[in-house]
């Protein structure tokens, strides 16, 4: 049998061929009955009268069987012209009737783009940001290793700890170890500062990706007595470079930390385009000096490091591997693997992929949810829309049922309209989604993983289609089923629904009150959000932000010693202070709202030690410090160029630091010293308590600080940072900077100065992305539930309108008709918004992660959630029960 | 179709359905079988199958639709009637019988004014 037979018999098994037979057999009798009763009337028996019809036939059987082959065929061609006649009509029918009510339909479409295009952007986020392997090959072999502490996530790691698992580790192939520093390089007339990474030998080889011109690091590049070498990323190669294919071998000036003995770089490659990471430049991380190997490393987290799992490894194995080494390390140097500061220590192994998006999976998928929740509401809603449009049609449905449409024909017709217009709103909904991509891409928050390969791609527009198809089919049959079982096409009669049935009424019941639960829930989440980004714009960060600048400076290697160190900045900042529009500038590595890494033990001089870990930070800062922050000298006095080496060394505490440590009497005199441990440290004198700042963000709870002359510490860092308080905008000042430090040495790149404020706007957007987006989610949802619930009252009211009439008539009162109609929803409604908000108070703790200013159970945010969508649900309830109010009793009477 | 009398008519069956419906209006089998016989004052009589098989081609090709009915007698029947391109059919197909008996007459040396 060939295919075409196998399907002429599936199609013709599908068109009833009995049906045909039964046809031809009713067409015979009738031709036969009546025969012989005309045979019969003119005196024949109706024997005779019988054989005599037969034999007209010549051979009857061979007759009808030919007659029901041919009656089958025909009836197969008909019944597939009139299906595809009938889809022709649906269509034609669905354009004009969307066509005639603009309102409903771009209503519909709207809501339907909303769903389907807030969903198609998240999904395409979850796509490529936690879905996607990573751009390497065989990526999903690389795993992340680092420090765990009590079981958690890995974070970064320690170099003798690298050092002990790059030699030991059996489940490794190859094993990279990788620092984000910043090296300045003179690129034409100016030294421009670039972000670099220091790596390990073998980082290239763990990604997999090697320069596609020139040559990856060699061991020589890791001997401290070679030239430095550089290998640039492709964008900086084509910025900066001009692409030039002769590049590798050219020597660059620079004055940073990799300068060193000779004041160049040597370029010995350029990576391939697509190899990404937040380094422009690579250099060797030599491994020689003497802080590699030093034992005290072990407390110090310097590195990432990543890995290349070996064949027939699984991050498992690794796992379990990293964590016997750890345990191997912790019996050597139980110090570092216990006691006060590293209890619950191990090394573990996650993979990669796991580690670059740490911190935004959870918020991802959040986001996600928060998108699927509202197209499951625009559905949910549309259903209720169908459903009181399709009362308004009842006319129309009710003279095309009698003009001989059949249940299932009408039926197919609604579904059509809901495809058609869900299908309008799929195109829209991707067009939607599109900008919401792009949106997405602009609110995200710096570090948000792999926002570059976020787009929108072919399986987000497959996927949009199917919800589209979907939520037209779901829209089209919910109405069915919710409205009368009886007829579903909504009958001349109204009278007829006072029938209605139970289930379609509990159905109903079922759906207002999922829908205000869910609306309930998502606005709870989006308000704790929204609250809490709210209050964060209240949090003082504890300095004078307007014309306050920060000017990052990279200290040259040349000056070894802290006096030439020291030297340097207060150089630097004297001819910066003689800059016209500078009303003052010092000098400290880390700002308030820049980080402070400095946490030192604190012990104070006629105290006993506090058994509990401070958790304090500890700043150097250049003279006139709080003046030109504009912090608060509370009590004593502020640092001043006085304070230099030589002179007594003395130290200033904020306020938090004062409260906690001295509650009842001022600290004003008592002494401090850092780091005991290292036995013989000095004792510095609290000269001044000053205000609180915010360390690194507005989101942290403030912690004890300790400030101390910068021009008494002999530390030295590779950078340090210039406050300038500024009459000036910082971009105007810019140049005038530039030749200051230059007069000062002309290697070192002068960025253009920050103003503190956009780092506090920077530090805002992660709150302010998450309260937006899921503001908007949110929003959009109690949009869309409130027609849904509008529409649905507007369907239960007109279903009672004999009896809002009757009981009118009786003499009711409009309170009393509105209360009894609306009741049932109130109930629908309470019920729902309890059960949300239960459920929300379950589950905001979810969301602790994202919150800093408000607790998950906060009450305001949950007052005004229930109460904001309460009031408004009842509203939507009560505009159509109020109406029907209005009906004059006899016209809702002379409907009967 | 394959013959299944002798009769030269029996050739054009087709068209005399057709035909007899446009005066008819809507009939079901046996009225066409008695409205042919009568027509012919009883010198043509069509077989019974020949005239179904000859209906329900005529029906898949869209010359006629049928609708089911009740009968005077109260039986129901299968009613046949002309579509649109039954009526072109049978303008059709009248033209090529006028033009077919004028040649073969001319032929025969018959008169063909008579036959019109």
Same mark, same amino acid.
């Given at each position: ?15 009833n ?35 005599e ?39 034609r ?5 969307c ?30 940001? /936690? ?17 765990t ?24 192939e ?10 300045s ?43 430095p ?9 084509q ?15 620079? *004055? ?15 990576m ?5 990471? @937040? ?24 590195h990432?490091?990543?890995?290349r ?26 110090? %570092? ?11 573990g ?10 911190? %935004?999976?959870?918020?991802?998928? #959040?986001?996600? !949810?928060?998108?699927?929740? #509202?197209?499951?509401? *625009? ?6 829309? %169908? ?20 249940r ?14 869900? /299908? ?39 996927? *949009?289609?199917?919800?589209? #198809? ?89 000056h ?31 700002p ?20 509990? @870990? ?19 000298i509370?009590?004593?006095? !502020? ?8 002179? +007594? ?15 009842? +009497? ?40 300790? %400030? ?13 940072r ?13 140049p ?26 920077a ?6 992305f ?61 019920v ?5 908000i ?7 703790r ?10 998950p ?23 159509p ?7 004059e ?8 | ?51 179904? =098989? ?15 009915r009740?009968?005077?007698?109260? =039986? ?15 303008? =059709? ?24």
């Open positions: 049998m060939s295919d075409g037979q196998r399907w002429r018999r599936l199609l013709r098994i599908t068109f061929k009995g049906h045909a037979s039964e046809q031809v057999d009713d067409e015979l009798r009738f031709h036969i009955e009546s025969l012989v009763e005309r045979l019969v009337s003119q005196g024949k028996s109706e024997e005779d009268a019988r054989r019809v037969m034999a007209r036939f010549g051979s009857y059987m061979k007759t009808r069987s030919s007659l029901v082959r041919a009656a089958a065929r025909h009836t197969l061609t008909t019944s597939r012209h009139r299906y595809l006649d009938g889809a022709r009509q649906d269509l029918l669905s354009l004009r009737s066509l005639k009510h603009p309102g409903f339909s771009g209503l519909v479409v709207l809501i339907l783009a909303l769903g389907i295009g807030a969903c198609s952007a998240l999904f395409s986020v979850v796509d490529s940001v /936690l879905l996607n392997p990573l751009p390497f090959p065989e990526s999903k072999r690389l795993v992340h290793i680092g420090t502490r009590h079981g958690g996530t890995p974070g970064d790691f320690t170099t003798p700890e690298f050092r002990e698992l790059h030699a030991n580790a059996k489940t490794l190859s094993y990279a170890a990788y620092r984000y520093t910043e090296i390089l003179r690129v034409g007339q100016e030294p421009g500062l670039y972000s670099a990474a220091a790596i390990t030998k073998d980082y290239f080889d763990v990604f997999g990706i090697h320069p596609f011109l020139g040559r990856a690091f060699v061991e020589e590049d890791f001997d401290n007595t070679g030239a070498t550089v290998i640039l990323s492709f964008g900086i190669w910025q900066q470079f001009g692409a030039d294919p002769d590049i590798v071998g050219t020597a660059i000036a620079t *004055a940073g930390r990799y300068a060193e003995d000779t004041p160049s770089v040597t370029i010995v490659g350029v391939p385009r697509g190899f990404t990471s @937040p380094a422009n430049i690579w250099v060797p991380e030599r491994m020689t000096g003497t802080w590699w190997e030093e034992e005290y490393m072990f407390t110090n987290w310097t990432w490091t990543a890995a799992l070996a064949d027939d490894y699984e991050v498992e194995d690794a796992n379990a591997e990293v964590e016997t080494i750890a345990a191997t390390l912790a019996a050597t140097y139980p110090q %570092y693997y216990g006691g006060r500061y590293y209890e619950g220590r191990s090394i192994a996650v993979p990669l992929l796991d580690h670059v998006v740490l911190g %935004y999976r959870s918020s991802i998928w #959040l986001l996600f !949810g928060a998108a699927c929740l #509202l197209l499951f509401l *625009a559905i949910a809603s549309l259903s209720g829309m %169908y459903l009181a449009r399709a009362l308004d049609r009842r006319q129309e449905i009710a003279v095309r049922s009698a003009l001989g449409a059949g299932g024909r009408i039926g197919r017709q609604l579904v059509t309209e809901a495809i058609l217009t869900s /299908l309008i709103g799929s195109v829209l909904g991707t067009l939607l989604a599109a900008g919401g991509v792009q949106a997405f891409r602009l609110l995200a928050p710096a570090g948000f993983p792999r926002l570059d390969s976020v787009s929108l791609d072919l399986s987000t527009v497959v996927f *949009a289609c199917i919800l589209a #198809l979907l939520s037209g089919l779901l829209c089209g049959v919910v109405p069915l089923v919710l409205g009368d079982r009886t007829t579903p096409a909504f009958p001349l009669h109204s009278g007829t629904r006072a029938s209605d049935g139970a289930r379609a009424t509990r159905l109903r019941g079922i759906l207002i009150g999922a829908q205000v639960a869910l609306t309930t829930y998502l606005l709870v989440g989006a308000g704790l959000l929204a609250n809490n980004f709210w209050r964060l714009q209240d949090v003082h960060p504890g300095v004078q932000t307007e014309g306050l600048l920060v000017m990052p400076i990279q200290i040259p290697d040349r070894e010693t802290a006096e030439e160190y020291t030297g340097f900045l207060v150089d630097v900042v004297r001819r910066v202070n003689a800059v016209p529009g500078v009303v003052s500038a010092s000098w400290t590595p880390d308030p709202m820049y980080g402070g890494w400095w946490h030192p033990e604190v012990v104070l001089g006629g105290m006993a030690r506090d058994d509990e @870990p401070v958790n304090l930070r500890a700043h150097p800062v250049g003279p006139d410090f709080f003046q030109i922050m504009g912090i608060p509370l009590d004593g006095r !502020g640092i001043s160029e006085e304070d230099a080496s030589g002179n +007594r060394l003395i130290a200033v505490v904020d306020e938090i630091f004062a409260r906690r440590f001295f509650p009842s +009497r001022s600290p004003l005199g008592a002494r401090l010293r850092f780091d005991p441990e290292d036995g013989a440290s000095p004792w510095h004198t609290i000269v001044g308590v000053v205000g609180s700042t915010r360390i690194r963000s507005l989101a942290e709870e403030p912690m004890p600080q300790v %400030y101390v002359p910068a021009l008494q510490r002999t530390q030295t860092y590779a950078q340090s210039i406050v300038i308080r500024s009459a000036l905008p910082a971009t105007n000042l810019a005038m900077l530039q030749d200051a430090v230059w007069q000062a040495d002309p290697n070192v790149p002068v960025p253009i100065p920050e103003n503190i404020e956009e780092r506090i706007s530090d805002m957007r992660d709150p302010r998450h309260a937006v987006l899921l503001g908007f989610f949110s929003l959009s949802a109690a949009a869309v539930t409130l027609s849904g619930i509008y529409g649905l009252m507007s369907y239960v009211v007109t279903g009672r309108t004999r009896e809002i009439g009757i009981r009118s008539a009786l003499g009711a009162g409009a309170i009393h008709v509105l209360w009894t109609v609306s009741r049932p929803s109130f109930v629908l409604i309470f729902g918004l309890a059960a949300g239960a459920a929300a108070a379950g589950t905001s979810l969301l602790g992660a994202l919150l800093f200013a408000i607790t159970l906060d009450v305001p945010t949950f007052g005004f959630v229930a109460g904001g969508l309460g009031l408004t649900a009842l509203f939507a309830c009560l505009v029960a109020w109406r029907a109010t209005r009906i009793p006899t016209e809702t009477l002379r409907w009967e | 179709m394959p013959r299944k009398t002798a009769s030269a008519m029996y050739g054009n069956l087709d068209l005399i359905i057709l035909h007899t419906l446009s005066t008819s209006g809507p009939c079901h089998g046996l009225g066409i079988i008695d409205a042919i016989e009568a027509g012919s004052d009883g010198s043509m009589r069509v077989e019974d199958g020949a005239l179904y =098989r000859a209906l329900h081609r005529l029906e898949s090709d869209g010359f006629l639709k049928a609708e089911w009740i009968s005077d007698k109260n =039986r129901k029947a299968k009613f046949y009637a002309l579509t649109a391109t039954g009526k072109t059919e049978l303008k =059709r197909a009248q033209q090529e019988w006028t033009r077919h008996t004028e040649t073969v007459s001319k032929i025969l040396g018959i008169g063909w004014e008579t036959s019109r």
